[in-house]
């Protein structure tokens, strides 16, 4: 009698689909996924519906209305583990610079029908609303961080992804750093590790794609900055970004706010 293969399930929230896509875009190791699990649920790949319970869901998107709040506890509930993807999923995304103004101002100068719109007051992360057995974070998220992931789960071991900042990955490929050799302001050494140092490559600084790493100095970082010639507005827009809901982004763009 053959196993059953473990159900996977991938889910959507508040959220552009980038990180369903870096699913797809694994190709080779998506093979090798799609041979050891099947996929009960995954609109961006298949029609297919299969009823849960799931042994694994990915759920992308932060929550932003009250239909999203009631629909993650039925996805929890039926889910044997939970793992969110994504700066929306682990911080809020992009979308959580709703929650340092009013969002009824927003609604109010965008849409022509305000009264059609149903929303709550903050974009939330997945870890707000019900329990998550792990985050993976990222704008998007490393597929190759997501491939270890799944096979973490479904071998019953513990996820192996580096809680490191930025700066080592700079140093890992010989990339000379930004900040000290050009003046240039880097979030590198508060980021978490993921992105294969792209940006400082380039002779840019880091944004922050994939949020804060353990334990992260950012008061150090922007003293720093301030003697680089960065602004108090220049600090505070600089944590607002992808990940500006994040704890210590968060608490550090409050500081230098206005």
């Not at 890992?172 to 792209?198: D, E, I, N, S």
Request: net charge neutral.
């Amino acid at each position: 009698m053959a196993l059953r293969k473990p159900k996977l399930a991938v889910w959507k929230f508040s959220s552009c689909d980038g990180c369903q896509l870096s699913l797809l875009d694994c190709e080779d190791e998506l093979l090798a996924v799609a041979d050891a699990v099947e996929i009960a649920n995954f609109p961006e790949a298949s029609r297919a519906v299969v009823k849960g319970p799931y042994d694994l869901s990915l759920v992308e998107g932060s929550i932003t209305t009250p239909h999203d709040a009631e629909r993650i506890h039925g996805i929890r509930r039926t889910s044997k583990f939970l793992v969110t993807i994504g700066a929306c999923a682990t911080a809020g995304g992009i979308q959580a610079l709703r929650n340092f103004k009013d969002v009824k101002e927003f609604i109010s100068i965008v849409y022509a029908r305000p009264d059609y719109i149903e929303t709550l007051k903050k974009s939330t992360p997945i870890t707000d609303h019900v329990f998550v057995d792990f985050e993976l974070r990222g704008c998007p998220i490393n597929k190759y961080q997501l491939v270890e992931v799944l096979s973490a789960f479904l071998n019953g071991r513990k996820p192996n992804t580096p809680p490191h900042s930025v700066c080592v990955e700079c140093k890992q490929r010989g990339t000379v750093c930004v900040m000290v050799a050009h003046g240039t302001p880097c979030l590198g050494p508060v980021t978490q590790v993921g992105c294969g140092a792209l940006c400082p490559a380039y002779a840019r600084g880091c944004y922050g794609c994939f949020g804060p790493k353990e334990t992260p100095n950012t008061a150090s970082l922007s003293a720093w900055w301030s003697g680089l010639g960065a602004s108090e507005r220049d600090l505070m827009r600089a944590f607002r970004g992808f990940n500006a809901y994040a704890e210590p982004f968060r608490r550090e763009s409050e500081a230098h706010e206005k």
